[in-house]
């Protein structure tokens, strides 16, 4: 009824570059037709041919409740019978805020926007604005959105097409910002040393997992905050993704590390085009219409989105096992998958937090880009279509997280590892 994947991808590139409206989705890096998708339920997606996988790309972390969650579904119906939008405000975004705040001791103003991307461009805008600075530290492989000044060893997408610095970006933008190792302090403080009172901010992803999931090395972190507190400069966490995901609030409050500007996104949208930016007053005053910092967005606060990241918010606090059932079963498919791989003299690394996971076919878990690029990329190509096969749908690169959602519960991994253990023989062949 609905034709073949096939036939849409052929159809899709005819109007749409490259057949998707965001590059990873093309399988560029691990081949093959991407799955055009009719719906999703729990932690399942229907393709056009009426195939079902168990899905890992979960809207790459928004959907940490399941596809189509009931209670989501109808607060979002709810919201656009009474009007979709008004680009005014309303009681319901203020709760949203309000509910936020509330997560981060450090968090007092609470700004909406419709993306991740404009949610990290703000942040960086702020802290040049306030310190008077044009230098912005970031770290290799990690992906804080398509922003000019972001596109530099950029991850996600970019590291996914290689092309981690994009063309467009002009050479007096790219020089704005400096990308060093991840996991490097000594990098990062030799920088400083050398033109700490040129840098407004260092936007970090607390936890990476743009270059598929890098944790942090002990002391990283609490170096950044040492450096930026004695240069003068911002720290900002970018926690869209891990924020709401790793936890109530995210990896700051997990660590008690307080960043001066946290972005949000994903999560707190469940499933609709809602981020934001948030700290303190002192910085966050500094945008319009309180201070002189412009940022606006026609959609920003959108009811609709409200209502959805309310909703989820909102179940997740409700429900006090949530965080604790997540880590049991992204631990429980970790280990389950490290057993398999050795089990068949499959050299790979599986790194995991709440909610999230990456494998890399590479003996040890990689601390950095240059690490994770030294993994096997064709081994990740072959186990993606040998599980796809299996009706089950991973990331379709090897520099991207799996999320996992409340509703991948014991049967689901139960099945996921039936899958990988039947796929696994079949990786060697092809
Ligand atoms: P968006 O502009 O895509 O909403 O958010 C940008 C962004 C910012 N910060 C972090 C830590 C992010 O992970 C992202 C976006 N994440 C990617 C997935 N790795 C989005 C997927 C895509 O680009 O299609």
Redesign the pocket.
């Given at each position: 009824m609905w034709g073949t994947n096939g036939e849409w991808y052929e159809r899709a590139q005819r109007v749409i570059p490259g057949g998707v409206h965001?590059?990873?989705?093309a399988f560029r890096a691990v081949g093959g037709v991407p799955r055009f998708i009719l719906r999703g339920e729990g932690a399942y997606v229907w393709d056009v041919e009426d195939r079902a996988y168990i899905d890992y790309v979960m809207s790459?972390?928004a959907l940490i409740l399941g596809h189509a969650h009931p209670a989501v579904v109808a607060a979002a119906q709810r919201a656009t019978a009474r009007g979709s939008s008004y680009g005014m405000t309303t009681p319901a975004d203020v709760e949203l805020a309000e509910l936020v705040a509330s997560a981060f001791p450090f968090v007092e103003r609470v700004r909406f926007v419709?993306?991740?991307?404009?949610?990290?461009m703000t942040a960086v805008r702020i802290a040049r604005a306030v310190t008077g600075r044009p230098l912005v530290i970031k770290f290799d492989g990690?992906?804080?959105?398509?922003a000019d000044y972001f596109l530099v060893q950029a991850?996600?997408?970019a590291l996914t097409l290689g092309v981690p610095s994009s063309p467009g970006v002009p050479a007096t933008i790219a020089r704005t910002t400096v990308s060093l190792p991840y996991n490097d302090p000594v990098a990062v403080e030799r920088l400083f040393h050398e033109r700490g009172d040129q840098v407004a901010a260092v936007i970090v992803?607390p936890i990476a997992?743009?270059m598929g999931l890098v944790l942090p090395v002990d002391g990283f972190l609490e170096a950044l905050r040492d450096l930026t507190r004695r240069f003068g400069s911002l720290l900002i966490f970018?926690?869209?993704?891990?924020g709401f995901r790793v936890g109530w609030g995210g990896w700051s409050v997990r660590t008690g590390i307080e960043p001066d500007l946290i972005?949000l996104?994903?999560v707190i949208g469940g499933g609709f085009?809602l981020?934001a930016y948030a700290g303190p007053a002192r910085w966050m005053d500094r945008v319009a219409p309180v201070g002189p910092v412009y940022q606006a967005g026609t959609l920003a606060g959108n009811p609709v989105a409200v209502a959805a990241g309310y909703t989820t918010l909102l179940q997740l606090q409700d429900d006090p096992t949530a965080y604790d059932a997540l880590a049991r079963r992204t631990r429980a498919l970790a280990e389950g998958l490290q057993e398999a791989f050795q089990a068949h003299g499959v050299s790979a690394a599986v790194v995991w937090t709440t909610g999230m996971l990456s494998v890399f076919f590479r003996p040890t878990p990689p601390r950095n880009l240059t690490e994770v690029q030294a993994s096997d990329v064709d081994a990740f190509r072959r186990f993606f279509h040998a599980l796809l096969e299996q009706g089950v749908h991973l990331?379709p690169s090897a520099f991207?997280?799996w999320f996992l959602s409340l509703a991948h519960d014991d049967t689901i991994v139960t099945q996921t590892l039936e899958a990988v253990r039947s796929a696994l023989p079949r990786m060697k062949d092809t």
């Amino acid at each position: 009824m609905w034709g073949t994947n096939g036939e849409w991808y052929e159809r899709a590139q005819r109007v749409i570059p490259g057949g998707v409206h965001s590059p990873v989705r093309a399988f560029r890096a691990v081949g093959g037709v991407p799955r055009f998708i009719l719906r999703g339920e729990g932690a399942y997606v229907w393709d056009v041919e009426d195939r079902a996988y168990i899905d890992y790309v979960m809207s790459w972390g928004a959907l940490i409740l399941g596809h189509a969650h009931p209670a989501v579904v109808a607060a979002a119906q709810r919201a656009t019978a009474r009007g979709s939008s008004y680009g005014m405000t309303t009681p319901a975004d203020v709760e949203l805020a309000e509910l936020v705040a509330s997560a981060f001791p450090f968090v007092e103003r609470v700004r909406f926007v419709n993306s991740g991307t404009e949610a990290t461009m703000t942040a960086v805008r702020i802290a040049r604005a306030v310190t008077g600075r044009p230098l912005v530290i970031k770290f290799d492989g990690c992906y804080h959105g398509h922003a000019d000044y972001f596109l530099v060893q950029a991850g996600s997408g970019a590291l996914t097409l290689g092309v981690p610095s994009s063309p467009g970006v002009p050479a007096t933008i790219a020089r704005t910002t400096v990308s060093l190792p991840y996991n490097d302090p000594v990098a990062v403080e030799r920088l400083f040393h050398e033109r700490g009172d040129q840098v407004a901010a260092v936007i970090v992803e607390p936890i990476a997992g743009n270059m598929g999931l890098v944790l942090p090395v002990d002391g990283f972190l609490e170096a950044l905050r040492d450096l930026t507190r004695r240069f003068g400069s911002l720290l900002i966490f970018d926690e869209v993704i891990t924020g709401f995901r790793v936890g109530w609030g995210g990896w700051s409050v997990r660590t008690g590390i307080e960043p001066d500007l946290i972005t949000l996104g994903k999560v707190i949208g469940g499933g609709f085009p809602l981020a934001a930016y948030a700290g303190p007053a002192r910085w966050m005053d500094r945008v319009a219409p309180v201070g002189p910092v412009y940022q606006a967005g026609t959609l920003a606060g959108n009811p609709v989105a409200v209502a959805a990241g309310y909703t989820t918010l909102l179940q997740l606090q409700d429900d006090p096992t949530a965080y604790d059932a997540l880590a049991r079963r992204t631990r429980a498919l970790a280990e389950g998958l490290q057993e398999a791989f050795q089990a068949h003299g499959v050299s790979a690394a599986v790194v995991w937090t709440t909610g999230m996971l990456s494998v890399f076919f590479r003996p040890t878990p990689p601390r950095n880009l240059t690490e994770v690029q030294a993994s096997d990329v064709d081994a990740f190509r072959r186990f993606f279509h040998a599980l796809l096969e299996q009706g089950v749908h991973l990331p379709p690169s090897a520099f991207e997280a799996w999320f996992l959602s409340l509703a991948h519960d014991d049967t689901i991994v139960t099945q996921t590892l039936e899958a990988v253990r039947s796929a696994l023989p079949r990786m060697k062949d092809t």
